[in-house]
């Protein structure tokens, strides 16, 4: 089982940057395939980014060339920095792992308003 906890949201102005992280518990982290998701309110879960146990990565079109993926597996951590931030990124991210079955962090809030 893995536990995901997410940090690094907030408030920022438009065209700012801010970087996520999340940590996990448990072992055989490398063996994840690891995600960041995001809901804004009224809409649907999203996938932003993922990144595989081999460090393939992909990304929603939406932030391609402005967010960017990463992952530390001797620390357990996964990172995504997000630059160029507009005010539809507003939204509740969230960690994911995935082997065989999902798990999910709580979430963090990012705001991008002036």
């Known amino acids: 089982q893995v536990q995901l906890v997410e940090s690094g949201g907030g408030l920022v102005q438009p065209g700012g940057s801010l970087r996520l992280s999340c940590a996990a518990s448990?072992?055989?982290?490398?063996?994840?395939?690891m995600g960041w998701y995001r809901q804004a309110p009224g809409k649907q879960r999203e996938l932003v980014a993922g990144?595989?146990?081999?460090?393939?990565?992909n990304y929603a079109d939406s932030v391609k060339g402005r967010f960017t993926i990463s992952r530390d597996n001797a620390k357990k951590m996964v990172y995504l920095q997000m630059n160029s931030l507009k005010p539809e990124d507003t939204a509740v991210y969230y960690c994911?792992?995935?082997?065989?079955?999902?798990?999910w962090g709580q979430g963090t809030q990012v705001t991008v308003s002036s």
């Open positions: 990144i595989t146990s081999g460090g393939s990565t």
């Open positions: 448990g072992s055989i982290f490398s063996l994840y395939a």
């Open positions: 994911n792992a995935r082997l065989t079955l999902h798990y």
